[in-house]
């Protein structure tokens, strides 16, 4: 049986919605005209990142925006029904912080709007705020069964990059000793659920 360390060492990129190449650079976009609601995206939705992120710092289908930002959003908003109600909470109000965190960075038009972003920088800033949206969303209290469906989101396969375990733990470092638990009873559970698959 895998130990607790081994399975933490899995569990943690669940975290972290995957860290994209940081590989396009931008076309610089001149007197950008951006819809009123990137100012403040629509909560529940995804809309923000092809209509408002992509536009003002276009980086193509690989890019942050369409390639993670929207991708990801859009597979947990399919996956609502999944999550328990406390933890469906906890992905809208996820999703919501990831995207308010993103709107200083988009021009404006005025003189306070930020310096033009590539799509490196804009990668490495949006990846950024996604341990203090986990944690400030409560992801330390989420119930197995939470955690579980969050791997089933975001799928093995796209788990285990250095970026991603990184990130991962400094959410992990956030929760402590409450993490380990979250682990020990999914472990618990998933074994559980093994044996029963096995006697039918």
């Known amino acids: 049986m895998p130990s607790i360390a081994s399975m933490s060492l899995f569990l943690l990129p669940a975290l ?6 940081a590989t396009a650079i931008p076309q610089p976009i001149a007197n950008i005209e951006l819809p009123q609601n990137c100012t403040a995206p629509t909560p529940h939705t995804c809309t923000f990142y092809a209509s ?4 003002a710092i276009p980086c193509g289908p690989d890019g942050y925006a369409l390639g993670y930002g929207n991708k990801f959003c859009s597979k ?8 328990t109600d406390a933890g469906e909470q906890w992905m809208y109000n996820v999703m919501s912080c990831l995207q308010h965190s993103l709107v200083p960075k988009l021009p404006n038009n005025s003189t306070n709007s930020p310096k033009p972003m ?15 949206c986990y944690l400030s969303a409560g992801v330390c209290t989420l119930a197995p ?10 799928g093995i396969q796209e788990l285990f990059t250095i970026e ?3 990130q991962a733990l400094a959410v992990a470092k956030g929760c402590g000793k409450e993490y380990i638990e979250i682990v020990k009873e999914i472990l618990h559970k ?3 659920g093994k044996l029963q698959a096995a006697a039918v």
């Open 164 to 166: 991603t375990i990184e």
């Open 145 to 154: 069964k939470d955690w579980i469906v969050l791997l089933e989101v975001i």
């Open 16 to 21: 972290a919605i995957i860290a994209p190449p």
């Open 52 to 55: 408002c992120l992509e536009v």
């Open 118 to 132: 590539s799509c490196s920088e804009l990668k490495s800033f949006a990846y950024g705020t996604h341990p203090n």
């Open 190 to 192: 998933h074994k559980k």
């Open 76 to 83: 947990f908003q399919a996956s609502a029904d999944k999550f």
